[in-house]
């Protein structure tokens, strides 16, 4: 991101789940471009508090502490869901690892703000079709979720948890990014972020890659170790 000309580097960067914090907390003072971060299935409890307390503008309403938040920049609002608890790779908006309680209602306001464009990102995606299916949203969550998206149209939608090549979806008008991770993919997929802008007339995407996941000499040798037992 620092090599990026002045016209394309970003504003801010969204992280969107399993963020690692304690190896993100060490590169605190090399980053300069502001964060803002958002819960996976990666980040119970004790990380959630962590997470709070590493980036204390954000997970908040009305000044009390909430898992999930939104902020305005340059008149587009972006809101950050938390659908992931635990280990369960199948999401969920009602948990009571989620506070405060009624996140769908406070969506349905969010949506209903008046800036002209608005941006979801949170770490399990829905399901397209409202699909029962392993890594997605649970089936009637995603119908629901998907019905706000074509109602209210919102700009585009982040999502990560997958571990893939990036996918795009479409529901409703709205584009709907799975993107891929930055730091471990399966299948030697390629690491990577994506680059958007947001302006008057919608949004752009690019793709920058980053290189491929490298095992640790320490982690290599443990499964040789393993092997050779």
Known sequence: MEKLSAAEKPDFLLIVGDVHLWALKHHFDKISVPMHVISGNHENAQRKKEMREMFPSDFGQDGKEADYYSFVH??????????????????????EDFGPRGQCEWLEEQLAQKEQHKIIFAHI????????????????????????????QPAAMFFGHQHIGTLRHQIGKTESFTV??????????????????????GITTREIFTGHYQQSSQRTRQNSNKESL
């Not at 995606?125 to 699909?131: M, R, Y």
């Not at 997605?136 to 209210?152: A, P």
């Not at 930055?182 to 302006?199: I, Q």
């Open 74 to 95: 340059k008149g587009a609002r972006f809101i950050g869901l938390c659908d992931a608890r635990g280990t369960d790779h199948i999401g969920t908006l009602c948990s």
């Open 125 to 152: 995606p829905p399901e397209p079709k409202g699909l029962d299916r392993n890594m997605y949203l649970s089936r009637n969550d995603s119908r629901y979720f998907n019905g706000l998206v074509q109602e209210h």
């Open 180 to 201: 891929r991770s930055c730091c471990w993919n399966g299948d030697k997929t390629p690491l990577g972020f994506m680059l958007v802008k947001v302006d008057n007339t």
